[in-house]
């Protein structure tokens, strides 16, 4: 069964603003904002918590079994610091956001993670590594690297999927006709 609506995936370093622009954007768009962190919390797919990191242990697997029914049907804009674990059939565009360095250490430092959680945050955002990992798990024509630094960028981000998923929605309705 076609799906009626598109699958987005949020992802990017925690701290570069996916929260912020999931809610505004199912807002506007009526796509539902999936929080996986939610998910992973409210329906057990985790196996416990992990003290250091003070954060769930992800059991992958069970998420995405958990998952799996939904997404397939279309319509989530899904919130996460990872992607590739989802499978590409499932995932119709990735949107991995960057922030500069500075501000990025001044959100984490402001949500008080700890000074090794925050350099290896950091860390993976000047290497890139959520965007390597989309790059190399989705084909290469849906994966999009959007600035976050600020307000502005968040508008102008919404405005630029917005018209992606119009975009998405008027290919299907060709694809039928």
């Known amino acids: 069964m076609p799906k009626d609506s598109p699958n987005i995936i949020i992802t990017g370093t925690p701290g570069v603003g996916k929260t912020s622009h999931c809610e505004l954007l199912a807002t506007n ?15 057990g797919c985790h196996d416990g918590w992990d003290e250091e990191y003070k954060s769930w ?19 989530f804009i899904i919130d996460w610091h990872a992607c590739d674990m989802f499978p590409q059939s499932w995932i119709d565009l990735v949107v991995v956001l960057r922030t500069n360095s500075t501000k990025l250490y001044d959100r984490l430092k402001a949500r008080q993670y ?20 989309a790059r190399d798990s989705y084909d290469e024509e849906i994966v999009v690297e959007l600035r976050s630094d600020d307000a502005d960028d968040i508008d102008g981000n919404v405005e630029r999927i917005e018209a992606w998923i119009e975009n998405w929605n008027k290919d299907r309705v060709d694809d039928r006709v």
Not at 60 to 71: A, R, T
Not at 125 to 131: A, N
């Open 114 to 133: 700890s000074e090794q959680k925050l350099q290896e945050n950091l860390d993976s955002e000047i290497m890139e590594v959520l965007l390597g990992e």
């Open 57 to 75: 242990i992800v059991d992958e697997d069970k998420l995405l079994d958990s998952l799996e029914e939904e997404i397939r049907r279309g319509g």
């Open 29 to 43: 768009t009526g796509l539902k904002h999936l929080s996986i962190n939610q998910v992973v919390k409210e329906r």
